[in-house]
């Protein structure tokens, strides 16, 4: 399992004075930016212009959260080809409330675009590194 | 039906050049704020401190879309207690290509965030905008 | 003169009910990519790889803004070497009041992010449209 | 002088592969909502009603930044009646570069909207805070 950790900013609230929903998939995409990194693939994938593009969003909002709020996203990783699926559950530290959880689907993609299979090497980097975590 | 068009800008492109995924649910949210302003519902929602919120998002990213491209977003709107639930499709006008399609459900809160039913008249005020658009 | 309309959407407001002041820029960006696609500018520097990019922001808010409203943004186009400045002027439709002005002065950067001269040729096809708009 | 820490997310890159303009603006309004935190004005100022609203902003961009960049916003707060003014300055911790400097001004707002003094007592525990610091 990974876990990142965000603090609400000011500026993500909405007219409403909680965080708007669509900034619930501003965190997890970060989430997942830091998964890529830790897995040591980051610059291979710049490098090679290759893109892990989202296909599918399911997300259920469960609580609000509100300015400097410090949430933790745990996340595991699993291929289903021809996906990479994050399973992502939010928490609130401040009050250890469920915030949300989501399972996103992304494909990858070469540079020109065309639809590659997620390559077992990306997969044992991100579960060597996901087991490691516990 | 409603109809509600947006041109993408600028800002809204990432890192990949395209229109990133979070964005496709900012366009939802402002064809939804346009149909409750259309209904006639905004003055008083706001009036009486209540507020739509989103539960559940389901998005199926379908084409990229890019700067300057047209996006088209065709909603239906359904009373499906104890959700007000909201079948948005994307088009883009330049192509004629889907863009997305998304399921996205709200509930109702008053001013102490307590979970209202979805009140009748609130639906029929939709309901007759809808049939009203063809 | 460069003219440009936005309507305000519900995403775009913060916490205190209005736009919030970092979307001002978004805004006023938008505009800009809109003039360089009236130059006709557009596609020459995507292939090019060159990029306008903003090294100074002078802004003053003067009234606020919300959803549903109306902004106007007037633009003037001017080359002080070796920056390209914009002159931002935006108004609300609604009601005709002032909203902010700016100055954005940009640089234009080649493919490896070296420092170029204003183009006489960026320039004119720029006055030219300038002129015509009155 | 207040010090905030951010870091770079992607979803803050634009399809010049950077941080976008605009979010320099976010940033800095983060590191203002924290100095305003730390000096324990928060939750009087939501609870009177009570907003900092900018009324001009002066920035000026020195270099890039990019994912995973931590940037460190250096703050002074000053009372220049009848502003309180924000003098940040931004470092890439990666490479320990200028990043950007602005000066922010700020108004403060009754619950009405009418322009207040900056009161003593929310410059004291600014300034008490600002000195501890060192």
Known sequence: MFEYQITVRGYELDSYGHVNHAVYLNYMEQARWEIIREAGLLDQLIREGKKLVVIKADVRYINEIKLFDKVIIHTKVKKEA?????????????????????????????????????????????????????
Do not use: C, S, W
């Open 82 to 134: 021809p996906y990479l699926v994050f399973y992502h559950k939010l928490f609130n530290q401040n009050g250890n409330t469920r915030v949300a959880r989501a399972v996103i689907k992304a494909i990858l993609l070469d540079e020109q675009k065309k639809p590659l299979d997620i390559p077992d090497e990306m997969v044992n980097l991100i579960a060597h590194k996901q087991e490691g975590n516990g």
